[in-house]
């Protein structure tokens, strides 16, 4: 039971985390906006192209930032639980 506890809050604090980093990129992207340099011209993936303004950059950067890191926690997490089930099917 302990083990259950343990396993879902360490989920809830990596989920945590990476909510912060998110808003953290849209907070760095917010005041890149701010700032203004010459050549900032943000296009998500590649070919959305948006405006150059405080709230354009930040988008962009919440949303690179939480496509890039979101792929990687779903692989983390699939992985995981895939290895948990493995283990607990097979203990040796």
Same mark, same amino acid.
């Given at each position: $039971?302990?083990?259950?506890?343990?396993?879902?809050? +360490?989920?809830?604090?990596?989920?945590?985390? #990476?909510?912060?980093?998110?808003?953290?990129?849209?907070? $760095?992207?917010?005041?890149?906006? &701010?700032?203004? %340099?010459?050549?900032?011209? %943000?296009?998500?993936?590649?070919?959305?192209?948006? @405006? @150059? &303004? @405080?709230?354009?950059?930040?988008? #962009?950067?919440?949303? &690179?930032?939480?496509? +890039?890191?979101?792929?990687?926690? +779903?692989?983390?997490? #699939?992985?995981?639980?895939? &290895?948990?089930?493995?283990?607990?099917?097979? @203990?040796?």
């Amino acid at each position: $039971m302990s083990d259950q506890v343990s396993e879902s809050r +360490g989920e809830k604090v990596v989920v945590q985390i #990476y909510v912060v980093i998110v808003a953290l990129a849209g907070v $760095m992207g917010f005041v890149l906006g &701010t700032i203004r %340099p010459a050549d900032l011209q %943000p296009a998500l993936f590649g070919f959305i192209a948006l @405006p @150059p &303004t @405080p709230f354009g950059v930040a988008l #962009y950067g919440m949303v &690179t930032v939480g496509v +890039g890191l979101g792929v990687f926690l +779903g692989l983390v997490i #699939y992985v995981s639980r895939r &290895t948990d089930a493995a283990s607990r099917r097979n @203990p040796e």
